[in-house]
């Protein structure tokens, strides 16, 4: 999830297992809630996104939930593969433009 | 092959020397945007444009300058004012009724000695 600090919060996972990362947000006039996948070396690329209005969308192999009562974002990753070992990134976006969290390292154990 | 692009890919300037980095969409976006990363950080924006020689200040816009004469470039020119100018700057950009949606571009790695 969020953090404040230098280090990057980091969630080892073996291959094949489900993972879950988590984002806490502040912005409660948030329209949009974002999820992104940044690589070693490269640009953040889009995942997916949900609407304030929804709690729960699917895609694939990718599901986000937000509990817009918490406050709450957490991207859920089914049979996790080494591809997907990255930097993922929450964002929100309202009036402004993205706002992104610091982000989650995933690193997927073989 | 449309997508944006960023050049150079490594970038080395010694202090006190203003550094223009190049950012060009082939998307037909409207809007474009830089942003700034730094070691275990997230994203931080500095400019964005929403238009043609139109654009506005993000979180961090002190020392840097843009200018978006054309649809396609959004040219960000780091200046000697920016007091930490080394970093990973990147380049976005997104359709302008979808601006959650945004597309990066590879990222210029700016180092200043």
């Known amino acids: 999830g969020e953090s404040v600090g230098l280090h990057l919060p980091t969630l080892s996972v073996q291959e094949g297992d489900n993972s879950i990362i988590n984002c806490a947000y502040s912005n409660s006039a948030s329209d949009y809630f974002i999820w992104y996948k940044q690589e070693s070396g490269k640009g953040p690329q889009f995942i997916i996104d949900i609407r304030s209005n929804m709690d729960k969308r699917q895609g694939q192999r990718v599901t986000v939930l937000l509990n817009k009562t918490v406050k709450h974002l957490s991207l859920q990753i089914a049979a996790t593969q080494p591809g997907d070992s990255a930097v993922y990134f929450c964002a929100n976006s309202g009036n402004t433009p993205l706002v992104f969290g610091k982000g989650t390292r995933l690193s997927v154990i073989a | 092959d449309g997508g944006i692009t960023q050049s150079p890919k490594y970038l080395f300037r010694k202090e006190g020397q203003n550094v223009t980095l190049s950012c060009e969409q082939n998307l037909n976006h409207d809007a474009m945007y830089w942003y700034r990363q730094d070691p275990g950080q997230g994203l931080r924006l500095i400019y964005y444009s929403q238009i043609v020689n139109d654009f506005q200040k993000g979180d961090i816009a002190e020392g840097y300058s843009v200018s978006r004469e054309k649809k396609e470039s959004f040219p960000l020119t780091v200046t000697s004012a920016q007091k930490n100018p080394t970093a990973f700057y990147l380049c976005?950009?997104?359709?302008?009724?979808?601006?959650?949606?945004?597309?990066f571009g590879p990222g210029t790695r700016l180092t200043v000695t």
């Open positions: 976005a950009s997104s359709i302008q009724g979808k601006r959650y949606e945004q597309y």
